[in-house]
C-alpha cells in the first residue's frame, strides 16, 4: 500500500486543522491504520490508531479529547481531526498502515508502510 499524508499548515493556538491520509494499492480496509508525529529533536511519537473496520481507535494521552481518528473505507483515505491545538503539537504527521490486528498500534516499528508527513505548526 502506498500511502500521502496532506492537510498540515500554520494555525494558530486553539485553532482546528484536519489531515488526510489517501492510501492506493492494496485492499485500504485489510490494513489497521495509525498517526504518529515527530517534532523537531525528539522521537517519532504515537498519536492515535484505528482498527480496518473503525471498530475501535486509540489515542495517546496527550491528545484524547482533542484529536479523532476516524476512516472512510470506500474512499481509501484515513482523517485526524484536530482541535484545540497547542503549539506543543507542532511536529511532522506520519501516517502508518499494518497488517498485524495484535495490540493497540502503539509503536511505530509495528507499522511497515509510511506517508511521507505532514507538517503541522502552531503557533502561540
Known amino acids: 500500500v502506498q500511502l500521502q499524508a496532506s492537510g498540515g499548515g500554520l494555525v494558530q493556538a486553539g485553532d482546528s486543522l484536519r489531515l488526510s491520509c489517501a492510501a492506493s494499492?492494496?485492499?485500504?480496509?485489510?490494513?489497521?491504520m495509525a498517526w504518529f508525529r515527530q517534532a523537531p529533536g525528539k522521537e517519532r511519537e504515537f498519536v492515535a490508531s484505528i482498527t480496518r473496520a473503525a471498530s475501535s481507535a486509540y489515542y495517546a494521552d496527550s491528545v484524547m479529547g482533542r484529536f479523532t481518528i476516524s476512516r472512510d473505507n470506500p474512499k481509501n483515505t484515513m482523517y485526524l481531526q484536530m482541535s484545540s491545538l497547542k503549539p506543543e503539537d507542532t511536529a511532522v504527521y506520519y501516517c502508518?498502515?499494518?497488517?498485524?490486528?495484535w495490540g493497540e498500534g502503539r509503536m511505530w516499528n509495528e507499522y511497515g508502510y509510511w506517508g511521507q508527513g505532514t507538517l503541522v505548526t502552531v503557533s502561540s
Open positions: 494499492g492494496r485492499t485500504f480496509s485489510t490494513y489497521h
Open positions: 502508518g498502515a499494518r497488517l498485524s490486528a
